[in-house]
């Protein structure tokens, strides 16, 4: 590739979107974030606490505590943000709401939506999931070293037409268009997760090096993940 159009494509701006229940936000997600937007040359990431997540139990912490302990999370950080709509908004936490939002916040910017492979396996029982496409990219996050199946291989159908093809190599593509690709990003691998989180508290185990030493502080003055 020329160096004016890389440079020129390094330049244009484009929004992340990482959603969750974050119930609570540890170093995996922290480093995640921060590995993508690096990576993917994005503009700034949103991370998008869900109040009500459709696809999962009821997180432990209410939505205005997850808020919370999310913004201790991220005080200090400018390129990773908290984007606190789905919160504000009644209903089940649905995607394709958020994203239409921010679509209109910002028509001529790529926004990419963030996921793990596990959950993007499921995607197909999202609501209006197929829809994702024509507002995003979908940057599929795989723990390096975790198998050698290709992406293809572990979505079914009617998923499989869609990483066929979707699926592209060049991050480039990424900042060409507006939305409608796939990437697979293999990131390092931190062996912790919200639920080792609730149990360590729920054992009085230590929460030091898991978790910001602000979010921690907040657990243990709220009381949460007691039971």
Excluded at 84 to 107: N, Q, Y
Excluded at 138 to 150: F, L, N, Q, T
């Amino acid at each position: 590739m020329h160096i004016t159009v890389a440079v020129e494509l390094a330049n244009k701006k484009i929004i992340g979107v990482f959603g969750g229940t974050f119930d609570p936000v540890h170093l995996a997600h922290l480093r995640l974030a921060e590995e993508i937007k690096q990576e993917f040359l994005l503009e700034e990431l949103r991370l998008v606490p869900s109040a009500d997540p459709p696809h999962r139990a009821t997180p432990d912490a209410t939505a205005g505590q997850r808020l919370a302990m999310l913004k201790l999370a991220l005080k200090g950080n400018q390129s990773l943000k908290v984007d606190d709509r789905e919160i504000k908004r009644s209903g089940p936490s649905f995607t394709i709401d958020t994203l239409r939002e921010i679509r209109k916040e910002v028509p001529n910017k790529p926004l990419a939506l963030i996921m793990g492979i596990d959950v993007f396996v499921q995607l197909p029982t999202w609501h209006e999931w197929e829809k994702i496409f024509n507002l995003a990219h979908i940057i599929v996050a795989e723990r390096a070293g975790y198998g050698a199946i290709p992406l293809v291989d572990r979505a079914l159908e009617p998923l499989k037409s869609h990483v066929i093809k979707r699926l592209n190599i060049n991050r480039f593509k990424l900042q060409e268009n507006l939305s409608g690709n796939i990437f697979v990003y293999k990131f390092t691998a931190l062996a912790i997760s919200s639920t080792m989180i609730r149990n360590n508290m729920a054992q009085n185990k230590s929460l030091k090096y898991l978790i910001p030493e602000t979010v921690w502080k907040y657990i243990e003055r709220e009381g949460l993940y007691k039971h």
